[in-house]
């Protein structure tokens, strides 16, 4: 079966500090995206930042960050909205009106490294049948054990359609700490017609991701993630990090997918 990669090329929470190769204006993002496409990537998962670099859930960078990348090529756009700790649910929830192939779906608040991440439920419940209504695929976002019930709680009540989409995340603080028995433990809790990705977060970014293919799941690289290739050595751009997955899922002899297969699996699946 073949894998299909996520690029998540800048997130809500590292800094130009951090790594000077992180992408944080339209230009920037749509950039690295279009490299990580060339290098194998189907998906674009889309954080936005303002002109101060601050996580913004503001339309008009979101519409303009798409068009760019559109321009670029045709890889599929997965907005987040997590968007960051900061900004509010309703705000964060309203970028779906650009009607993105897919979006993020956060379905329980937690802890997240020092701050807060609210997902109230009656808002979850409010996105997820709004994602529903105009037809864009939510990735679910599983943190912790608990998440994964709160997902199928969702669907029970006839919020989602089709096969569900998760990524177990693992490695945040607040959620389930990055560990082959954590990401098991999921996977196997995971109903028989899932579609799933890992997302290790931090250090043991490449061990999991490593796991989670020869499990059989799709994989999600980019400076969201890690910003090192490996200890003391950071990425110089989301285009290693994406080459690198796809050398690990060719390694475990795992075709990658390109923008039609991903289509087909990941959006037009009953
Ligand atoms: N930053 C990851 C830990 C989202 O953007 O909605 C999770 C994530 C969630 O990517
Ligand atoms: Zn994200």
Known sequence: MSVIITVAPTGPIATKTDNPALPTQPEEIAD???????????VAHLHLRDVNDRPTADVSVARRTIELIRERCPILIQLSTGVGLDVPFDERAALIELRPEMATLNPCSMSFGAGEFR???AGVERLAARMQELGIKPELEVYDTGHLDACLRLRDKGLLSGSPQFSVVLGVRGGMAATPENLTLMVGR????AVWQVIAVGRHNLALTGIGLALGGNARAGLEDTLHLRK????????????RAVQLARALDRPVADVDEARKTLLTRP
Not at 190 to 193: A, M, T
Not at 232 to 243: K, T
């Open 232 to 243: 003391g050595e950071l990425a110089p751009g989301n285009r290693q990090l994406v080459r």
């Open 190 to 193: 995971l109903p028989e017609d």
């Open 119 to 121: 997902n109230p439920p």
């Open 32 to 42: 690295a995206v279009h490299q990580a496409y060339q290098e194998g990537a189907a």
